[in-house]
Nanobody, 115 residues
Framework: QVQLVESGGGLVQTGGSLGLSCAAS????????MGWYRQAPGKQRELVAT???????RYADSVKGRFTISRDTAENTVYLQMNNLKPEETAVYYC?????????WGQGTQVTVSS
């Protein structure tokens, strides 16, 4: 089992910045991929960004150039720095660790971007 705890969500104005953190514990491996998804009201959960243990990153096209994912492998923590936020990015942001056929998920943190 992997436990994931997100923090850092909140309310920000359009064009503002926000940073999220996710601390992993339990059976987390240094080689695990870690990532972020988000789910807006009435919409499906969607990929935001992932990062491998070697630092290879992958981003949704909609966030490229504005969001940065990083990790501290020694501390089992993944971060998401979000800049130039847009109202349509209001959502619950979830930390995730994919493991085989399933994903471990955090409880989510709300990000609200006001227009």
């Amino acid at each position: 089992q992997v436990q994931l705890v997100e923090s850092g969500g909140g309310l920000v104005q359009t064009g503002g910045s926000l940073g999220l953190s996710c601390a992993a514990s339990g059976s987390i491996f240094k080689t695990d991929v870690m990532g972020w998804y988000r789910q807006a009201p009435g919409k499906q959960r969607e990929l935001v960004a992932t990062i491998t243990s070697g630092g290879i990153t992958r981003y949704a096209d909609s966030v490229k150039g504005r969001f940065t994912i990083s990790r501290d492998t020694a501390e089992n923590t993944v971060y998401l720095q979000m800049n130039n936020l847009k109202p349509e990015e209001t959502a619950v942001y979830y930390c995730t660790v994919p493991r085989g056929w399933m994903n471990y998920w955090g409880q989510g943190t709300q990000v609200t971007v006001s227009s």
